[in-house]
């Protein structure tokens, strides 16, 4: 078993709809991240979390600790929102970071 | 992100030849983290390393593959005698300690024939 799971998978989406991604993560962590990924490209870093909520633009991330679980939501989606999003964990004990496999976004114009 | 680079971007190797992907972390940054992705796969850590230092290694294959990152100098990820197992994308990230974020560098997709 993963120790990050993200779900769904695939999602497609059209235009302007809101949009969830989810995380569960089943190790104890110091901060909790959400990548975005663009299809051949790098890896920029959304979001950092070790509680609560942030919001950056049509971008938001929750995270419940005693849930193990992150959401990232996506309001008034856009195609140039299409990329592979990544849920990524760094352990609070040791120096490794677990990657969850990621989700991939298509919004339709 | 800007800062972080890494290179070569694409590198082609055939098999058993040997393969040295660079990354030069952000200017201030003296951690860095090296993953791999392999096709249709999520990211795998592999290695972190501080200067003249590595701190976790236990993501690392035990031949073939080591990794260093000197005093001066970019960080270096060495396969040797690469098989197209090794074929994949090798992203490097800068590791801002205080704060626990990670800059990823673009990343250099490597390919053995």
């Known amino acids: 078993k993963n120790e990050v799971e993200q779900s769904p998978q695939n999602l497609t989406a059209q235009e302007g709809e809101f949009i969830t991604i989810n995380c569960s993560y089943s190790v104890g962590i110091s901060a909790l991240h959400w990548l975005q990924q663009h299809p051949g490209g790098g890896i920029v870093s959304l979001f950092m979390?070790?509680?609560g909520k942030k919001k950056h633009g049509r971008l938001i991330a929750t995270i419940n600790i005693q849930e193990k679980h992150s959401s990232l939501h996506i309001t008034a989606s856009h195609p140039r929102d299409s990329a592979v999003y990544i849920c990524?964990?760094?352990?609070?004990?040791?120096?490794?970071?677990?990657f969850g496999t990621g989700t991939s976004l298509t919004v339709i114009p | 992100n800007a800062g972080v680079m890494q290179n070569p971007r694409h590198l082609v190797r055939r098999r058993g030849q040997e393969a040295r992907l660079r990354c030069s972390p952000m200017?201030?940054?003296?951690?860095v983290y090296w993953y791999r992705q392999l096709p249709e796969e999520g990211l795998k850590f592999m290695v972190y390393?501080?200067?003249?230092?590595?701190?976790?290694e236990s993501g690392m294959p035990k031949e073939r593959f080591s990794a260093e990152f000197p005093k001066e100098g970019p960080s270096i990820l060495r396969i040797q005698q690469v098989v197209r197992g090794d074929s994949a994308a090798y992203f490097c990230a800068s590791y801002e300690t205080l704060i626990g974020t990670q800059y990823f560098g673009p990343g250099t997709r490597l390919l053995v024939l």
């Open positions: 390393l501080q200067k003249e230092n590595i701190i976790d």
């Open positions: 979390l070790s509680s």
């Open positions: 200017k201030g940054h003296s951690h």
């Open positions: 990524a964990v760094g352990a609070n004990t040791g120096n490794q970071f677990y």
